[in-house]
């Protein structure tokens, strides 16, 4: 092997880097909360009694969890605008991505509802619980607690996944590597300096959905 | 006797081409063949390609059967592709050469070079509401580029600070300004014109120039009275507006006025 590291070379861009990684950040975190929000009214719709709700719901979670989020990417970037629709980069980033964290979200939400004891729900409604009342303080609570493990992969899962939106260039932080790539052609320490990145950004976020496991679930007896 | 000397001579003479070496034909030559030999590519358009009823078509095909019709003799097209166009010349297939040629002192060797004829640039293209003439004119336009690509580079460094959105590739730099997500698009003509052929309502004029690339027409070596009357040609073409017609006809952009010469 002859080839010679230069990752001094990387110190040039370091805005751009810097940029990359606060870019990534805020389109994950963006994604999740969004993500989440839409998971749950799905999730809520595609286990309701009526037809008009659920179908659709399902149907939205088996077309967007079928089919790859860049095609789910491009249609918002670039098919919308045919209907006259146009949105920036960044903003049909943010779209695409919380529509396809939406998806999954809802299925592992609706496991976790379903992991409740139907007698549990039961028991609320006997003791005079409105069903509202009922889904948000046994339901909600315990299926949450369920499913935390695999809602934090996903949020993991999807961060890795924003490098998908570079296509449409958004600068985040894979576009910031092969922009710098494309102009130095010191394609190794460019990815090596990102892969890092990934890295201590997904164990960050790991640390993080750990603490607030812990702050929600274990600190705070069950009820 | 007066038809047996004249048998005689025939296959004296018959045998003296048969034996000597190829040797490039010059003006002279050719026109007393009267018939020019001349290669073009089919695979590169809209330099040369096949159209529907498998005719050659093209910028090259055009300046092909111009030269025969000002040389005044018949034209015997040969298709010929980007690897054996040297070759064809150097082992006196063809007289002339005219493929979309870049020129570089490694051909200049082999084969001899004509004044350019038309060039292929590279540049800003986008509608006419936009009132962009050079690089310093761009504020907050949007040009979607081919990341890494010659384009790409050198409007990073005429215009450091313009809004430059990257894809991977032009297809998708293209789907941006087709689809209105980037105003201004920077690729080469040819691209930008064969978008406009298949979406007509595409408005790809040129706004500015990044880079050229002429195309010279190539001749064998030691056909000095060829080269200096293709020259002539090309210099008249530039001066009546013709080259510039066929470069607008088939690349999308007349030639620039500053159209340089060997």
Redesign the interface.
């Known amino acids: 092997m002859n080839y010679n590291f230069r990752f001094e070379i990387l110190l040039r861009y370091q805005a751009e880097i810097l940029q990359g990684v606060l870019l990534t950040l805020q389109l994950s975190v963006l994604t999740m909360v969004f993500g989440l929000i839409i998971g749950l009214g799905v999730a809520i719709a595609a286990g309701s009694p009526s037809k008009w709700l659920s179908v659709p719901a399902r149907f939205y979670v088996e077309t967007i969890r079928n089919t790859p989020l860049l095609v789910q990417l491009f249609i918002v970037f670039f098919g919308l605008p045919s209907l006259g629709l146009r949105l920036s980069a960044d903003l049909a980033a943010v779209i695409a991505l919380s529509i396809n964290m939406g998806a999954y979200g809802a299925e592992i939400l609706r496991a976790g509802f379903e992991s409740v004891r139907r007698s549990q729900i039961e028991a609320g409604r006997s003791l005079g619980l409105t069903a509202a009342q009922t889904f948000r303080h046994v339901v909600l609570f315990q299926a949450t607690k369920a499913i935390y493990p695999a809602l934090a992969s996903q949020f993991v899962l999807i961060m890795l996944a924003t490098c998908v939106v570079s296509s449409i260039g958004v600068t985040e932080l894979f576009h910031q590597a092969a922009f710098i790539d494309s102009r130095t052609y010191r394609s190794f320490e460019a990815y090596t300096l990102i892969t890092l990145s990934y890295l201590i950004l997904t164990l960050a976020f790991r640390a993080l959905f750990s603490f607030i496991y812990w702050a929600v679930f274990v600190r705070r007896p069950a009820r | 006797m007066k038809h047996l000397t004249r048998l005689i001579f025939a296959v004296l003479l018959a045998g003296l081409f048969a034996v000597l070496p190829v040797k490039a034909a010059d003006l002279q030559q050719i026109i007393k063949n009267g018939v020019v030999r001349i290669g073009v590519p089919i695979d590169v358009p809209p330099f040369g390609s096949v159209d529907k009823n498998n005719e050659a078509v093209g910028l090259d095909v055009d300046m092909a059967k111009k030269i025969a019709e000002a040389l005044g003799v018949k034209l015997e097209l040969q298709q010929i592709t980007g690897a054996n166009r040297v070759p064809y010349l150097a082992t006196d297939k063809l007289d002339i050469v005219i493929a979309a040629m870049g020129a570089t002192p490694e051909r200049a060797l082999q084969i001899a070079f004509t004044s350019p004829y038309a060039a292929l640039s590279i540049g800003v293209f986008g509608p006419d509401s936009i009132a962009v003439t050079k690089p310093s004119d761009l504020t907050d336009q949007t040009i979607?580029v081919a990341?890494?690509t010659t384009q790409?580079?050198e409007l990073t460094k005429a215009a450091p600070n313009a809004k430059v959105?990257?894809?991977?590739d032009d297809a998708?730099a293209a789907?941006?300004f087709t689809?209105?997500?980037a105003q201004l698009l920077a690729t080469a003509d040819v691209v930008a014109k064969d978008m406009m052929d298949k979406d007509p309502k595409l408005q790809l004029k040129p706004k500015f120039i990044l880079q050229f690339s002429p195309c010279y027409i190539g001749i064998q070596q030691a056909s000095p009275e060829l080269l200096r009357w293709l020259d002539t040609y090309i210099h008249l073409g530039l001066l009546d507006g013709s080259l510039s017609a066929l470069s607008e006809k088939w690349i999308g952009t007349p030639l620039p006025a500053n159209f340089p010469s060997i």
Do not use: K, V
């Open positions: 979607a990341r890494g790409d580079l959105i990257r894809f991977d998708t789907a941006a689809s209105g997500q």
